[in-house]
């Protein structure tokens, strides 16, 4: 007799459209408004990649060790050295980061011993092409993105 009288009456269909109108509460409004409104990701969370400089002087924390390219299971850290004459010392020409192929596993960054190499939370890395896709000393250093988003 229940289950008739809830068929009677539509009883499933108007706990469904409750179930609906509920939802549209501001409070239970869950979609993000992104781009206007950045949403914020977890704190482990590893996006671009970043070369870091040291405040103070304006140069790169990198010491060309190599490690984070070896690290690397996927090959595509590449970096680029020459030797001061006078220092002895290996430094830094270039870097090239290639994120088509990263998987942010973080093991570089793990491996970096001066913390020169950093995954940040950035997650805009969209970019035309493959390309496109290839950062360079200057945008690791900088923070310059492939294509740029505009807010
Ligand atoms: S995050 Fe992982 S895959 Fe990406 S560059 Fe670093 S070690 Fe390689
Ligand atoms: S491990 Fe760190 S210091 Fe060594 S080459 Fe990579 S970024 Fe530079």
């Not at 060309?64 to 090959?75: K, R, V």
């Not at 430094?91 to 001066?114: K, Q």
């Not at 805009?124 to 923070?143: C, K, T």
Request: aromatic letters at 10%; hydrophobic letters at 35%.
């Amino acid at each position: 007799m229940r289950d008739f009288l809830r068929k009677v009456f539509l009883a499933d269909l108007f706990e469904g459209l409750w179930v609906t109108l509920r939802a549209q509460h501001p409070k239970n409004i869950v979609t993000e408004q992104y781009p206007a409104a950045r949403p914020k990701v977890a704190e482990r969370y590893r996006g671009a990649p970043r070369l870091n400089i040291n405040p103070e002087n304006g140069e790169t924390l990198c010491i060309a060790c190599d490690l984070c390219a070896l690290a690397c299971p996927e090959n595509l850290i590449v970096v680029g050295w020459e030797r001061n004459p006078e220092t002895k010392r290996k430094e830094l020409t270039t870097f090239t980061y290639d994120t088509s192929r990263c998987m942010f596993c973080g093991l570089c960054e793990d491996a970096c011993p001066v913390d020169a190499l950093e995954l940040t939370q950035d997650f805009e890395l969209a970019s035309y092409s493959r390309e496109g896709q290839i950062f360079d000393r200057q945008m690791l250093e900088e923070g310059i993105h492939p294509t740029p988003y505009k807010h």
